[in-house]
């Protein structure tokens, strides 16, 4: 699996789905700005001493992450109001879970460019604005893990 983060702005964020990642053998794809810098103490300490472990790329911008999706990929749009729940798809094992900045989420042209593709996860009290990003990508993840037996696990990749 690979997952995607779109301007992540908050360094023990970034950190937690970096180790989440490594645990799972799942891809991270970081796309910038980011609103850290990859040396930032915060974003290490979260991520511990995972980071050796994690397979990660880091992107200049949208297109140029976007150009290197493979065209068997699909991309899932992971935010509030989406048309769908997560749980309501079937993942593919190379599938990229896309998630957005902290404070903005992902644009909205790209949300209803892709509207067949926009998630959410259910939220059940209308004063809860959001859940923790790193909390929505484990949710996910294990998800379209789970869909596919765990295969991550099975197979080391």
Known sequence: MHVVLLEPEIPPNTGNVARLCAATNSTLHLIEPLGFRLDDAQLKRAGMDYWQHVRWFRWRNW???RAQV????????IESDGPARYTE??????DYLVFGRETAGLPKSLLEGNRLAWLRIPMF????RSLNLSNC???VLFEALRQNNFVSELSGG
């Open 63 to 65: 297109p140029e992450f």
């Open 70 to 77: 493979p065209a068997q990929s699909r991309l899932w749009y």
């Open 89 to 94: 798809v079937s993942y593919g094992a190379d």
């Open 125 to 128: 009290n209308a004063n809860a």
């Open 137 to 139: 990508v484990a949710l």
